[in-house]
């Protein structure tokens, strides 16, 4: 609907246009050339001519046929010819305007002009040739030059009366065309116009030349808008004129030569005043605004800048060339820029380079040093040339850069001293400074790493993983073990630290510090695989199986844990001596991961017991181990029958919890199979209830140490002879939650079992010294306390300054206390048993062997004990009513006798049995017989008596 309202807008234009060009000549046919018609609608077109060039062509025919066939006296020929001859030049227009749009928008003259030429001159021209010579031949006209001339002229002073004005229209200024004050202005001077034309043409010799004069000193005054619009409605009223009351009805044969052109030469030179006054406008407007622009820059800008023409003249400065000098602004301007700056002319301009630098004189003489930028301008096209010099002081920043440079010469004296390796780098990652520990650990010369980047010289991967480390990053703690490699180094271990620095010297830098741990972190690795490994055998202990345990239940489907020992491996030791049995170990060990898959792991968790982790197929590698620990096993030359048995907790899936526990629901099996005499035991539901058992006896110990349910009591130990209390043995009694008395046996059992027996035993022997302390505040003196302890305990590295520290705490002399140590606490480690008895020996404490006899017991070993006391287990003193019980205690009190030793004798409970074991030479008794356990309170009452008897 828009494009056909466009396109019906057009034809009406067209033809209202040549309506109006043909009413205006009347009835004289030379001045209908002055056709406006083709200039009006061919401008428009040129807008949107190369989308719709059809419709165009369509819409100037049809608007030419009716106005020159239609409305005018033309015939058809004529119309023919004149339409041939307007196709031209409404196209050549239209191309034309289509063609040069920006120029229509430009403000400089020669722009305007030469639009305004190209727009009257080829179109007029073409459409006149190509009109003449069309009605030449069609219409058989009469002198083809003289119909070019009419039809050129006519043209040019059509496109010249309406183009000025279309030229407003496309220049977006329409807005002042509805203006009142636009209005008012233009029919003013439009009525003083017509005025003067009238009367000129009329009454004057030469009009030409008044009504010229009159636009002149309009279009000096007027703006070119004014101007554009008063030549439109001049051009009209002129032909108007012309053909109504200049001349009557005859015009002069030469009307083009005597009148159009003189009229064409009358309108131009008003038009080309008001188009060279509106670019001197423009440039004065934007000399005003560059002017203003530049007091703005020079008033308000944080940088010290000013120009200066040619000459060296300074034209402009800024408020901070003025503040950083100290002149003020009138002992500047208009004078030689060398005054104040030197060697300003040997400075380039525009360089992208390292800027200059000049020397500025203060007002005080002062020297400033700057670094000073120059680029040349223009104020306008034509206008004069001047540089503007933009200075930065650096004053400051050079004496800075002068003390950064001692301070690093400083700094790589300080670096020189230090033995970590310290690199420096930049924001950029590139080595700025080395010092000689770094170039020593890593074989680099300084030209070889500086400016280089630092992980193009140096790599560190992960010591356990291999991992590439990005070290660069700041960090504030140590980063280790790293490994850190480059071509000329070989592998070292590391630390590293990177610290973002504050310094000025080194802003926006880094330091990353390289610190050799290779040696401690080597110890450090071998003391935790020392703690994570056997020493005799090489194979993973307990504490690395309860590491282990997680992972490998989490890589297999189907897996079990076995503990299993060698039953006669006491009996080896005894026999063969420790070192043999050291060897069967280690022999033993080898068997088991010779014959298992490489998937199985093997843990040695005691002297005679190790731990398997088991994949695959459970039940045949059970049945494998079983044989392995049943064999003759030879070693070093011997043959050693083994006789063991396995205990083996099958699972699939484990909690936490059950981690945890798995090893001792192992063992739990090991000892059912044991205590059976049979080959093999799993872990089974029956089982539970003695495991449950052994956690609640666990959880109720430590709940009695840490409530207090934990006591003592004490049995008399007496005189063979006399019946006199010499000896004390403290024995553990432990209450449970539920009030209920646990038995020693169990709990003690459990808390060797479970590694509680150390906080136990600590608990036993301050408690017993406490007691001894409390006695003797009392009055009550004259006697030993012997205590029990147990073989975990001997193996504690503490135990020994723990005694010390106690007996000193409570003031309590060593040889009151008498430790009770068992036969198969030493079978474990003798070397260093034995060694720590000599320690308690040397600081006055007494040592007993206890419950001797019960195990495989050795004369060889009984000879280097430093014991004074030799306890008989109560099963041989039940036994004595038997000949070869009888005969079997004998010869025990012989053998104790003949090393010097102190015989005591437990379990006592008969008159017999006192009588017969003092013929026999015993020393000591204790049992029943004499005194029950009691609580220390009624020990005091005991102590009063002289002598023990069976009915005390």
Partial sequence: MTQTRHLAFLLILYIFLGYLSLTLAGAHELLASVWYANSVCGFLMGVRLKEKWPEYLVIVCLGSLITDFGLSFYTVEQSLAFLLGDLTETFSIAILSSLYTNYIKSDRVQCYLKLLALS???????GAATGALSLHLLAEGKGLLNLFITWFVGSTLGGLTV???????????????????????????????????????????????????????????????????????????????????????????????????????????????SVGKRQIGSEISKFKKLSSDLEEIYSHTPVAMLSYNECGEVLTVSDTWLELTGYKCNQVIGKNINLFVSDINKCKRASKGEPDRVEIRGIDNSSIIAEVGLRSCKFSEFGSCFDVAVFQDVTNEIELSKSLEREKELLECTLSTITDGVILIDEKDEVSLINSSAMRIFKLQEREALGEKINHIISLNNYYTGDSLDFIKPNVSWISPLCISSCNVVEQIFKVKTIETLSSTLAGGRIVIFRDITESFLKREDELYQATHDSITGLPNERKLNEDITS?????????????????????????????????????????????????????????????????????????????????????????????????????SMNLVQISEALNRAKLAYNEASQKHVACTYYYSGLETKFNRFIYISNQVSKALESGSVYLEYQPVVCAITGKLLSLEALCRCISTSHEQLSPLEFIAVAEQSGKIVELGKYIIESAVDQIDRWKKEGVDGFTVAINISPVQLTDDSFFDFLQSILAFYNVPPHRIILEVTESSMIEDWEVTLKLLNKLKEIGIQLALDDFGTGFSSLSYLKKLPIEYLKIDKSFIDGIASPEGETLTQLIISIGQALGLQIITEGVETKRQVEILKRWGANRFQGYYYSKPVKAKIVKELLMKKALTYRQ
């Fill in 120 to 126: 009257l001159l080829i179109p007029s021209f073409l």
């Fill in 163 to 273: 183009l000025p004005l279309l030229f407003l229209v496309v220049r977006k200024q329409q807005a002042c065309f509805l203006s009142r004050r636009y209005i008012w202005h233009v029919s003013l001077i439009a009525i003083v116009s017509f005025a003067i034309q009238f009367e000129a043409l009329n009454y004057f010799q030469y009009p030409f030349i008044y009504i010229l004069a009159f636009l002149a000193l309009v279009s000096i005054v007027f703006t070119h808008e004014v101007i554009a619009a008063l030549l439109c409605l001049n051009g009209i009223f002129m032909i108007f004129m012309l053909s109504k009351y200049s001349f009557g009805e005859q015009l002069p044969p030469d009307v083009v030569s005597s009148l159009i052109v003189p009229f064409i030469l009358t309108l131009l030179p008003p038009l080309l005043i």
């Fill in 552 to 652: 490998f239940c989490n890589g297999h489907d189907s897996k079990a844990l076995i503990a299993l020992g060698v039953n006669n491996f006491d009996h080896i030791i005894y026999k063969r001596g420790k070192v043999a049995g050291e060897q069967v170990v280690k022999a033993l060990s080898k068997e088991l991961i010779f014959n298992l898959d490489d998937n199985d792991r093997v843990y040695h968790v005691g002297s005679n017991e190790f731990a398997i982790l088991l994949a695959g197929k459970i039940i045949d590698k059970v049945d494998k181990v079983k044989g392995l620990i049943n064999q003759s096993l030879e070693c070093c030359g011997n043959s050693y029958k083994l006789s063991g048995c396995v205990g083996v907790y099958a699972f699939e």
